[in-house]
């Protein structure tokens, strides 16, 4: 007797939930031998390993509090078609990643709609930097939820969740094992080149507040180092809004898309200046001197500055409890201020800081998206 095809159904929001949720995808093909179908909602990668995507995730990539107002119509409409898609596919798993406030209505609706399946999340929502009380209201609508940083089960299983530490996946991107000569090759980069590899976001929100900062923090470096050649690594979700901005600036830049671009680049670049996020992870690994700015509407970041409770943003300063990478935020997130950091790494300055990605603890032998395909294989069981 044929086994019977495993229906899956992801939820990703923004690119990084996109890479994650497509390695997830590769894991369970292997696990199910391909007996597995997907459905739902995400970018580039996951269509590559076999989802069809119902919309575009660009569309739910928006971060900040003002920033989201003017999307929310688009963001309700989006919700709505999820929930009628999921009551027509009757998967047999729900599985959404990172996005926790849209992702937390998600599974609220399902279950008062009384669709009995097993509801998974991913990336737990920081509540040891802000919002405490998230632990308990996703406790109360998802049976398990997958943890990148060790510590982090100890903040949901009071309220009774299944959680489970799977380590983080920046480790099975190969962000430390790019190809330095096939990239400058590729772009036919000139001999003695210095690169700066530029990474303002996935986010369109971010590439509007971010890029014409960036913009002319090149500028400013390009006149002390005329031998800059500027690799800017983008996603689907922006590319178009990435090359649209980077009219009218001088040559020599070129912008890249996909992993393994991405990763040749971090291999062939100098120093870099990126957004927050993963991405500081990803560069730490590589071995590539930094540094992380970020800007948002003003009221976002007077909001932000009363409801964090960190003293840093970036992941490795707050394992650290120093700040390792430099980390230039709304005032002081300049173009000259920029310039001079990365003048400064362009100098020789040190930074070394694979030594704290080893805090992350990186889990067993067991990579993070073979860790959840075992586990939500192991919810359809237990819930059948």
Known sequence: MAQKELKVYLIAGEPSGDL????????????TKKAVQFFGVGGETMEKEGLKSLFDISDLAVMGFVEVLPNLPKILRHFNEIITDIQAVQPDVILTIDSFSFSVRVHKRLIK??????????????????????????????????????????????YGLKA??????????????????????????????RILCVLPGSRKNEIKYLLPVFKKSIQIIRQKYRNVFVVIPSVSTVWKQVESNMEGVDEPYVIV?????????????DVAIAASGTVSLELALAGVKHLIAYRVAPLTAFLARRLLKIKYVNLINLLANKELIPELLQENCTAQKIADVTSDFLRGKRQNVRNELKKLGWGGKTTPSEKVAELLLQMVTEYD
């Open 20 to 31: 994650l949720g497509s390695r997830i995808m590769r894991a369970l093909k292997k696990k």
């Open 113 to 158: 709609a009384g669709i009995r399946i097993p509801h998974a999340h991913c990336v737990a929502p920081q509540v040891w930097a802000w919002k405490k009380e998230r632990a308990k209201t996703l406790g109360r609508y998802v049976d398990r939820l997958f943890c990148l940083l060790p510590q982090e089960p100890n903040y949901f299983t009071p």
């Open 164 to 193: 489970d530490f799977i380590g983080h996946p920046v480790i099975e991107g190969g962000a430390d094992k790019g190809d330095k000569a096939k990239f400058l090759k590729q772009y036919h980069i000139p001999t003695g080149s």
């Open 257 to 269: 898309r996909g992993e393994k671009d991405r990763y040749n680049a971090f291999a062939a670049a």
